[in-house]
């Protein structure tokens, strides 16, 4: 396999690194399943191309390469025992089967992109079925709709839709190397959330493989797990082969900006009007708030606040909007670029201004760092005071960043008993924490201190945000808030983080779980357990 010059740095990380496979308990168990996936797989496309053990010479490169986050990968005591990285929907059909039969636990990784890298990792012994191959995308524009496979990478799709039109998008993630199975089943969402809700409410139906090996769609299935699977995550439930999702309207020009202001230029007053303003901006608006540090050197710290908008329109209409919505924020002409909506989703990526569009079919990231994540949700502005202390832990920090994502429009239109994604009305906005650091900084040695600063920055924060539960998104995975161990799944402690990722719809979607999977063969850290049936 040739290996991309633009990953070797990231590859020699791992040079040195030794970790070994989780030994199964009996060698024969393991035969026994590699003999098992050719029987239960199509013979016409041979299972054994997608079969990688230890002693594959690219089974090291595959098990690294597609995980994002350096943390877990290399926090890891050990490897899986294979890897499937399969073909055909029969192969991975056959790793259900046949793992389930012969007692290996089944790690499911569209993009590794779980932020605790519960897709690669075990403390049991496990396969990871690796879904990147199964990246197809079949556009019909007589129905505006598409079916995407598992693999395929949110920015595949938004390459895929402009083939198609210049007048349709997809409300789905920033990131552009996203794994589509399993951003939709977390929710997924980016800026077009307020004008057409979180990827979910406009997934129409599904194909999914249970723990019996059967592939179902949403009729099949039953609307149970259909609710279930859009925001409950599916791989609680079974593996996501692929979506139909509705696409959206778009207009042929859309418009984006980025104002930034220091404390020095006012941030405080302007981060304090924007809880109350962006939240209740027409829908075609949407203006997110990212606070990071700035050293200037010595002791000469502050912070810079940016403010990222999106507008469905052209320049014009949008500072006539802001003139009257958000004047405190001088926002002008200069400040905005008009594109296409595929080309707005590079400027969201980090991409610079004139970036070929062919960048979104990069389908690895490739600058991977060590990191940390936490989510909140606000229901109350923060004070101005709330504010301040957020700063000073900010600058006390350092190398962290802060992402603050406004709700209303059509995320309050939304029940949230609607789909098992249960964050809707009474939200002004969803924070992502993000602390990052490299090899060069400590690596892997240095986890318990920057966990423990992004402990800090959660705690600090805690007044502020929302209560009983303190809710979290699935799709920004914290082991912190609750968890099992790998093998098991304790119905007390699922309820614990359960209630903060689902609130009310956890209990429902146990019911929901002990129907699809009774014995719970689809289990991780934070899956959902079976309803116990007294």
Request: glycine share 8%; with cysteine.
């Amino acid at each position: 396999m040739k290996i991309s010059s633009s990953i070797i740095p990231f590859i020699s990380i791992f040079i040195l690194l030794s970790i070994s496979s989780v030994t199964p308990s009996d060698s024969d168990d393991f035969d026994d399943f590699l003999r098992c996936l050719p029987k239960q797989s199509d013979s016409s496309i041979p299972i054994a191309n997608a079969i990688l053990t230890p002693n594959s010479s690219s089974f090291q490169y595959i098990y690294q390469v597609r995980a994002s986050n350096l943390r877990p990968l290399l926090s890891a005591t050990s490897r899986p025992v294979a890897i499937i990285t399969a073909l055909h929907p029969s192969h991975a059909q056959a790793s259900v089967i046949c793992a389930k039969r012969h007692d290996f636990q089944l790690r499911i990784r569209s993009g590794g992109h779980d932020f605790e890298g519960l897709s690669y990792t075990s403390d049991v012994p496990f396969v990871i079925l690796d879904m990147f191959n199964l990246n197809s995308i079949d556009i019909d524009m007589s129905t505006e709709t598409a079916w995407v496979q598992a693999g395929a990478t949110t920015g595949e799709l938004y390459y895929r839709i402009a083939e198609k039109s210049n007048v349709h998008g997809f409300p789905s993630g920033v990131c552009t190397t996203l794994g589509i199975g399993g951003h939709f089943s977390g929710g997924g969402y980016g800026f077009l959330m307020r004008k057409y809700g979180v990827s979910i409410d406009n997934v129409i139906d599904a194909q999914l493989i249970d723990a019996n090996g059967r592939i179902l769609n949403r009729k099949s299935m039953g609307e149970d797990v259909f609710w279930a699977i859009r925001g409950g995550g599916t791989t609680s439930f079974g593996i996501i082969l692929s979506w139909r999702i509705k696409l959206v309207r778009v207009p042929p020009r859309v418009t984006v900006f980025t104002v930034q202001r220091t404390l020095e230029q006012g941030a405080t007053e302007l981060a304090y009007r924007w809880q109350q303003v962006a939240p209740k901006l027409p829908k075609d608006l949407f203006i997110r708030l990212q606070p990071e540090p700035i050293n200037n050197g010595g002791n000469n710290k502050t912070v810079r606040v940016s403010f990222i908008g999106h507008f469905l329109g052209q320049a014009d209409g949008l500072l006539r909007l802001m003139n009257v919505s958000f004047p405190e924020l001088g926002l002008t002409r200069n400040d905005c670029l008009e594109m296409s909506w595929v080309e707005s989703t590079l400027y969201w990526a980090g991409f610079s201004n004139g970036t070929s569009i062919d960048v979104l079919l990069n389908r690895v990231a490739v600058n991977k760092v060590f990191a940390k994540d936490k989510s909140d949700y606000y229901k109350a502005v923060i004070p101005k005071q709330g504010l301040e202390t957020l700063w000073q832990v900010l600058m006390d920090i350092e190398n962290i960043f802060v992402q603050m994502n406004p709700y209303g429009g059509r995320m309050e239109e939304i029940s949230d008993s609607e789909t098992a994604f249960a964050h809707r009305a009474g939200n002004l906005f969803k924070v992502l924490y993000g602390i990052q650091w490299s090899e060069s900084e400590g690596g892997v040695n240095a986890t318990a201190r920057y966990v423990e600063l992004s402990r800090r920055l959660y705690n600090a924060m805690a007044p502020y945000a929302s209560s009983n539960p303190r809710e979290a998104f699935i799709n920004y995975r914290d082991l912190d808030i609750g968890s099992n161990e790998s093998g098991k799944t304790d119905f007390e402690d699922a309820k614990e983080y359960g209630a903060k990722y689902f609130r009310n719809n956890f209990i429902r979607l146990a019911g929901v779980k002990a129907k699809i999977d009774p014995e719970n063969f689809f289990k991780n850290e934070q899956s959902i357990p079976p309803l116990p049936s007294h």
